[in-house]
């Protein structure tokens, strides 16, 4: 298996340090970036602020109102996207000089995967602490950097680093690191969360990575034994890069140019089950589904739609592409190509999911368990059928 070494780089309070980068009045002063507060009557929130206004109690997301109450005398300034985005830029083209395999988050978030290039600068702490000179020393901010062998682990050190700091976890020494923390620490585990394994006497990563896998299976379904694995260190996903991350999609031309419904529809429902496992592969979900339909004489349509929750369903997929494809489709119409693509993606883990309905556990294990089987058995081993509506000739899958 390929070594792996993840860094996450974290911007110190982003928005905030460029303004006080710009305004040397600013330094040293307690900066809030966000909505205007009207003096402690403003609605907005806070999009982040300097570390000297944390010092009040402070913080991102925090009502603007709470956040004059707390430090009337704070500068506050509107958010500038032309002035952050041009720093983003300015530092993102610095990471690229050190690896192609990045993976960003935010405008002032990215992980990288420097496995391939560290050997560059000697070992993973030289590169990181190249990669923090080169930002200050050419866009004049400060960065914080987490290493770890797997991703969850090297964002929980870089925010733990900060302000400009740099934390490398070593491989041997990951649980060690890790089951002191408190939960709220792991990646996945919000307020809610937090508060239903509280209940159930876990308070620390420790405490989670040692309750019986089969429990949080019964309380929390999938994303109980997700948590489970990553307090043991158990974390399988790569860096998703920006070409990677834009869509997947699968395509089929047919053999030749066809009216028979029932067939393109066992296509779409094909093209669903790929796209879903390739999601699911690299743990994303999608929220916008488009399909595209080529006619013969090679005109060329895309219909998209935005769903309403993200999903790696492959019968969401397939049934959401089946409803584009009739709002579309006339009967005269000969089709030569067809395709489903799924675009607009988040880590399914990073939101709260533990209450999730039923019906949605039941099929994450559904889901899961087809995987599996086409793990050990092949793509074929198992299919989801098709029939015939009576009426017209629209077909609908039985399940």
């Known amino acids: 298996m390929r070594l792996k070494i ?62 004059y109450r707390l430090c009337p005398h704070a500068v506050f300034l509107p958010v500038d996207m032309k002035k952050y985005s041009q720093a983003s830029d300015e530092i993102f083209k610095i990471l690229y000089d050190f690896t192609p395999d990045i993976e960003a988050i935010s405008v002032d978030e990215a992980f990288l995967d420097i496995a391939g290039s560290y050997h560059f600068y000697g070992t993973p702490l030289n590169i990181c602490r190249e990669i923090k000179k080169r930002i200050k020393d050419q866009v004049h901010l400060t960065a914080s950097i987490g290493l ?33 923390l408190d939960i709220a620490k792991l990646w996945g585990v919000g307020p809610k969360t937090k508060k239903a394994l509280n209940i159930l006497g876990i308070k620390t990563i420790g405490d989670l990575a040692q ?3 089969k429990d949080l299976l019964r309380q929390f379904g999938e994303h109980g034994q997700h948590l489970h694995h990553l307090a043991n260190g158990i974390d399988p996903r790569d860096v998703v890069t920006e070409s990677e991350a834009k869509s ?45 339909i080529r006619l013969k004489g090679f005109r060329t349509y895309t219909r998209a739609l935005t769903l309403a929750e993200r999903t790696n369903f492959s019968d969401t997929i397939y049934k959401k592409a089946r409803e584009l494809f009739y709002e579309f489709y006339k009967p005269e119409m000969k089709v030569r190509l067809v395709g489903v693509r799924i675009s607009h ?23 899961s368990a087809v995987d599996r089987i ?21 077909c609908r899958d039985t399940s």
């Open 6 to 67: 993840f860094a996450h780089i974290d911007m110190d309070a982003f928005f905030a340090a460029v303004e006080q980068r710009d305004n040397p009045r600013l330094r040293g002063q307690p900066v809030v970036v966000g909505a205007d507060p009207q003096r402690g009557r403003g609605r907005g929130v806070v999009s982040t602020c300097s570390y000297e206004a944390r010092s009040f109690g402070i913080h991102s997301a925090m009502p603007i109102s709470t956040a």
């Open 345 to 367: 993606f988040e880590d399914p883990y990073v939101q709260e999911s533990l209450f999730e309905d039923e019906d949605l556990m039941r099929q994450e294990k559904v889901h």
């Open 248 to 292: 997947i999609s699968h395509e089929h031309t047919f053999d030749t140019d066809t009216s028979d419904q029932n067939k393109i529809c066992e296509i779409l429902m094909a093209l669903s089950e790929k796209v879903s496992r390739r999601l699911r592969r690299h743990s994303m979900k999608g929220k916008t589904l488009t399909l595209k």
């Open 211 to 213: 309750t019986s896998l």
């Open 148 to 180: 770890a062998p797997v991703k969850m682990a090297a964002k929980i050190a870089s925010d733990l680093s900060k302000p400009d700091g740099l934390l490398e976890i070593k491989e041997e020494n990951l649980l060690e690191f890790l089951w002191p």
């Open 374 to 394: 086409k793990d050990k058995f092949g793509e074929t081993a198992i299919v989801r059928g098709l029939s015939l509506s009576k009426t017209p000739t629209r």
